[in-house]
């Protein structure tokens, strides 16, 4: 089946988001759509699976100009799609969860388990997707599910599946087992579009790149005649480093010390079982793991917002185990939070108070109970200068921001402390090329200023950019404590999903 | 707040968000926003000048509006003309006109009509603006306040007490008595459901509910206790407190020096929330406690704290009637003050100036409603029905907003449909 977007166009209040946006995928093709967060490539999955509708521009199938005013119809015409965040009920079975919706019956209308389980079956050996029916969703792991919903998608007959950002919840290994499904799919003539903003993927596993910048395409080419670096400033609009320069590391005393720490989760599951390790001043630890293996408690118990069960937190020789989250501030802790827009900023409330909201009652922005706005005001411009915030006004909520330039605000508001220890979480998540990178310069220069740098997250590739010490976390547990210098993506990647390092070292 | 100009910055920063960020923004961002949005924190923030004023001011227009409509039809001589409608159109629009404009212009003239119309006017509209003021009060913390109602009985306790026991202590210190009394009876009585939250997560609105009731019951038990209860009457009802409020607008109105004193609390309302370190924190906990709480903040506390304070205004609110209108504690004692205070708190938008705009507007309404009857036969429940529809235009602003096709402000769910909060 061929697809054909010509001249898509869709307009919100103020804003052109899609813009005579034209994307033809052939059949038997990966076509990779690129572009930052926002840049309409969401907007445009939404247009072709008639979530929105178009305001200009038309969708042909085989040639044939076709029109979808529901996700039905998207379907009915072939098309699959498997979101970010999966659509799945965990306590069914992978089965029953295949055929939600389009169940076939035997006599009386029963559920026909059998024949659904066999047809389920044929389609995972026929494409090697590899999931067993009759297990629960909440069972599998994450990569199983992703692929449970590409089984559902191809049970409905799609011909061209909508992958959007698939890779983001997966390790290495996981992310090349899918590589594997979206080739033997495309052997089998289905066509695939890839949604990603990362670039390595992108080589290697499309045929075709299409490059979106705000709204527009900026181009369409192949792995073949492109590099990383072109691909980052097609997106960006200008000439990107990927690679940020670092001088070794100058580790000096120990800031952060955890000892046997144990932490639940909010379920009183065990989190973070008897975790050990220190931070030095001048160096950066990241944290490395796949989500949900405990790296959010952890993040949450050293920082005061939640109670450890047991172990200590020492930040410079100070016992802050079980310390509010104001004594861990004042102590010259900074937190990037995960999840910005939940524990970093409070969206209603204007870019200048946010750039003080752990500072709002200590002169000079309060004399006694009574604000200083004036002065929040002042320290507001310098800091959205200092940090380049990109915002019409600092009256203006944060929540009018976009998802760089918000995490620039709690950057600046965290780093214009004094501060002995930051502990950032995820703090790239989300964010385009140009603030990643901006981002990444700043964490460098903290740590070069002596401060201890905790780093947690899920992109590898953010890890071996930054850490000059990579601690691997597995099931709550610390795995593995790495010098960067003798961590591979490989090695590392085995440990994220549970492996040991031998095994690494026979693999390599 | 006033608006500030503008801080334009260097550079080649775009004047608003990347327009590609807020294409995404029509979609996701404000989905995942109003999971965020409280009930309360919608009737307080995100909002911008037109959500605050013209809404309501909109809202109040529609409701008198749809309200003319029901006197029509309530009315016998304009129905009568109705009926004969094709005999002689006209007559039947003339007629429908005749009844509401006079039913409107008795209203009006009632409440406002004259100096002691007025008086009479400000004087039901004061302890609406305390009722109001303690339950905007707690929306601007995210906290849902039903039980200004109960706080406010459970400060008529504590100040009528004050009031009669109190022999022998000069006037204006017994004035300054009771006041004082009655705002400790009223924190007293919302500190509760604030501990019961930060304690248990008991959902404030069920407790607040509760105590009302439980309030009620206690003063009517105290009433028939010999310390509150008059000797020479059987009811029940208390010794009346020995002072009152000077009459500072002339002694021809019953108008009282409580006046001021409300107007006064407003502004001191508006003073904490807006210029302090405290009002922040209680602002920042009521958009986004996860976030406060990271920032260092306690959002337990600051329920314990805001639900005394609101508690404590609407016990003012109590005061002021023992010192102005009814000396006595009796049963009936709030007429649905509180109750009242939850609509006016959301048509003033939770800011205290919007309150005593509300306030006065509600005593209009319920001051003028009697010359309306008198007047014109139409039943003061007319006043009901209205302060019903402009509760329910002001809860549903999307609905003003497509009758009169306003556009969306910031484009951010406002509505306060949005759900109970956490």
């Known amino acids: 089946m061929r697809l054909e977007l010509r001249g898509i166009t869709k307009r919100f209040p103020g804003v052109l988001a899609n813009d005579h946006v034209d994307l033809t995928v052939e059949e038997g093709e990966i076509h990779a759509l690129l572009g930052e967060n926002g840049a309409g490539k969401t907007t445009l999955m939404n247009i072709l699976y008639g979530l929105y509708r178009a305001d200009a521009g038309e969708i042909l199938i085989d040639g044939r100009p076709v029109q979808f005013a529901s996700p039905r119809d998207a379907i009915a015409a072939g098309l699959g799609m498997v979101h970010q965040h999966f659509m799945l009920i965990p306590v069914f079975t992978v089965t029953e969860n295949v055929v939600l919706g389009v169940e076939t019956t035997g006599p009386l209308g029963l559920l026909d388990r059998r024949r659904a389980a066999g047809k389920v079956r044929e389609i995972s050996e026929r494409y090697g997707l590899e999931v067993p029916p009759d297990a629960l969703v909440e069972e599998l792991p994450v990569g199983v599910q992703q692929r449970v919903e590409i089984v559902k998608a191809l049970y409905r007959n799609a011909e061209v599946l909508i992958l959007d950002e698939p890779t983001a919840v997966l390790t290495p290994q996981e992310t090349e087992e899918l590589f594997e499904v979206m080739r033997s799919l495309r052997a089998a003539g289905k066509s695939i579009i890839f949604i990603t903003h990362k670039l390595k993927e992108v080589l290697a596993v499309a045929d075709r790149i299409t490059v979106l910048r705000r709204g527009r395409v900026m181009g369409t080419t192949t792995p073949a005649e492109t590099s990383e670096e072109e691909l980052a400033s097609m997106m960006v609009g200008r000439a990107v480093e990927l690679a940020v320069e670092r001088a070794p590391a100058q580790a000096a005393e120990p800031v952060l010390e955890v000892r046997d720490l144990v932490v639940l989760d909010d379920r009183g599951q065990v989190a973070v079982d008897g975790v050990s390790f220190e931070v030095r001043a001048g160096e950066i630890l990241a944290v490395a793991g796949v989500q949900g293996n405990g790296q959010t408690e952890l993040v949450e118990a050293i920082t005061g917002l939640r109670p450890a069960v047991s172990g200590s937190v020492r930040i410079l020789g100070r016992e802050l185990a079980g310390a509010s989250p104001k004594q861990v501030l004042r102590a010259g802790v900074a937190h990037v939070p995960e999840d910005r827009q939940r524990d970093g900023l409070i969206l209603d409330f204007s870019v200048a108070d946010n750039l003080v909201l752990n500072t709002f009652d200590v002169p000079p922005f309060a004399r006694g109970i009574v604000r200083d706005e004036r002065a929040v005001e002042r320290a507001a411009q310098e800091r959205v200068a200092a940090f380049d915030v990109r915002t019409s006004s600092l009256r203006a909520p944060v929540a009018t921001l976009s998802g760089g330039n918000q995490q620039k605000v709690i950057v600046a508001r965290e780093l214009s402390r004094p501060i002995r220890l930051l502990v950032a979480s995820q703090p790239t998540r989300g964010l385009d090329v140009g603030s990643v990178e901006y981002i990444h310069r700043r964490l460098l220069e903290k740590r070069d200023q002596g401060v201890a740098v905790l780093m947690v997250s899920v992109e590898l590739d953010e890890v071996l950019a930054l850490a000059d010490r990579i601690a691997v976390m597995y099931r709550g547990r610390i795995v593995d404590v790495l010098p960067a210098a003798e961590a591979t993506r490989e090695g590392v990647g085995l440990l994220m999903a549970g492996g040991s390092l031998e095994e690494a070292a026979a693999s390599a | ?422």
Do not use: C
């Open chain 2, 1 to 422: 707040m006033p608006d500030r100009e503008e801080v334009r910055l260097e550079g080649p920063a775009p004047p608003v968000a990347p327009p590609e960020e807020e294409g995404r923004a029509a979609g996701e961002e404000v989905a995942a926003a109003a999971e965020r949005v409280t009930l309360a924190a919608a009737a307080v923030r995100g909002v911008g000048w037109q959500e605050r004023f013209v809404v309501p001011v909109l809202a109040v227009v529609v409701a008198l509006a749809v309200g003319a409509l029901v006197i029509v039809f309530t009315s016998e001589e304009p129905l009568r003309e109705w009926a004969g409608f094709f005999r002689d159109p006209l007559e039947a629009l003339r007629a429908s006109g005749r009844v509401v404009a006079d039913a409107y212009l008795a209203l009006f003239r009632g409440a406002l009509g004259s100096a002691n119309a007025l008086s009479e006017t400000l004087l039901v509209a004061i302890p609406l603006v305390y009722t109001g003021l303690s339950v905007a009060f707690g929306f601007r913390a995210g906290l849902f306040n039903i039980g200004a109602e109960g706080q406010l009985t459970a400060g008529a306790i504590l100040a009528s007490a004050a009031g009669f026991s109190l022999t022998g202590l000069p006037g204006p210190l017994v004035v300054g008595a009771v006041v004082l009394a009655g705002f400790v009876g009223g924190a007293l009585w919302g500190a509760v459901p604030g501990l019961l939250k930060a304690k248990t997560g008991a959902h404030e609105v069920i407790t607040t509910i509760m105590l009302n009731f439980v309030a009620g019951f206690l003063a009517l038990y105290l009433l028939q206790t010999a310390f509150f209860r008059r000797p020479d009457r059987l009811d029940p009802i208390s010794k009346p407190v020995l002072e009152a409020f000077p009459r500072v607008f002339g002694t021809g109105v019953r108008l009282h020096a409580g006046f001021l004193v409300a107007l006064l609390v407003a502004a001191l309302v508006a003073w904490v929330l807006n210029r302090t370190t405290v009002g922040f924190e209680f602002q920042a906990v009521g958009a986004n406690p996860d976030a406060a709480r990271a920032a260092g903040m306690s959002p337990t506390r600051t329920f314990v704290v805001v639900m005394a304070l609101a508690g404590g205004i609407a016990g003012m609110g109590a005061a002021n009637q023992l010192l102005g209108v009814t000396p006595s504690l009796t049963p009936g004692f709030s007429s649905g003050f509180g109750f009242d205070g939850i609509a006016i708190a959301l048509l003033g938008r939770a800011r205290p100036a919007g309150v005593v705009a509300a306030a006065l507007l509600f005593g209009i309404l319920r001051n003028g409603s009697r010359s309306l009857q008198a007047a014109t036969q139409i039943p003061v429940d007319i006043v009901t029905v209205i302060t019903a529809l402009v509760i329910l235009f002001v809860a549903a602003p999307s609905l003003v907003r497509a009758i009169f096709r306003l556009r969306r402000g910031a484009g951010r769910p406002a509505g306060l449909g949005v759900g109970w909060g956490p």
